[in-house]
């Protein structure tokens, strides 16, 4: 079955600075990737997706990840954090439509 | 895309009483789930309810506590019942549109508290 881990419970950053978010995966074979972003009193919304092709996934508000097989990652990066930022991010991994697993979430603290 | 709905937004309930959550989609949809995500945690799904079939629930998740209904392709209720205080919870419905990459839309969420 696959998992995975989000290294890091709390990412605080200055604004402008860079954002890394860190998502490892543990999958038999490779998996479809997500990341999605909840804002406070909020659903789950997704940021980008990674199915198959180009490792480099482009999502909103300025985000991107690379898929690296090789080190079964998936982190989640972002050049200058904007203040709109702040929020809860999950790295989620799926094999199937009917099975999603989520990592334990990272909050991102944006400082002015 | 999909855009979907949940009644109520929020609600606080005593102990010992069941609440209903509703889930809407603005298009028909086979696959809908259920999740459970606690103070502080990650989302634990509850239960996948498909459309014409009952619904398959995770372990850990019984139906007598947590039933559902899925009377359509765009609508499903999950009740919450004999609540107790660890029940407190975010309750959200997603949605997979079958469009082949796996992508789940999240409703906005139900925040229970049981006093």
């Known amino acids: 079955a696959q998992s995975v881990t989000q290294l890091g419970s709390h990412v605080s950053v200055s604004e402008g600075a860079l954002v890394l978010l860190r998502c490892n995966y543990s999958s038999s074979v490779p998996p479809y990737l997500f990341w999605y972003v909840q804002y406070p009193n909020q659903g789950l919304q997704l940021l980008l997706k990674y199915t198959t092709g180009a490792t480099l996934v482009k999502g909103i508000n300025g985000f991107e990840a690379e898929f690296k097989k090789s080190e079964t990652s998936f982190h989640l990066t972002k050049p200058s954090a904007h203040m709109s930022d702040a929020a809860e991010y999950f790295c989620a991994v799926s094999l199937s439509n009917n099975d999603m697993r989520f990592g334990a979430g990272t909050r991102l603290t944006v400082k002015p | 895309s999909a855009v979907i709905s949940q009644k109520p937004s929020r609600d606080i309930c005593q102990r010992g009483t069941s609440l209903t959550i509703q889930c809407q989609v603005d298009?028909?949809?086979?696959?809908m789930f259920w999740y459970r995500q606690q103070p502080g945690q990650s989302l634990t799904l509850i239960a996948t309810a498909n459309q014409g079939s009952e619904a398959t629930y995770e372990s850990g998740f019984v139906i007598d506590k947590f039933p559902i209904s899925r009377p359509n392709l765009t609508f499903s209720t999950l009740t919450v019942s004999n609540m107790s205080p660890e029940d407190s919870s975010i309750y959200l419905c997603?949605?997979?549109?079958?469009?082949?990459?796996?992508?789940?839309?999240f409703g906005p969420g139900t925040r229970l508290t049981v006093l």
């Open positions: 298009s028909q949809v086979t696959m």
């Open positions: 997603s949605v997979d549109l079958l469009a082949g990459d796996n992508e789940q839309f």
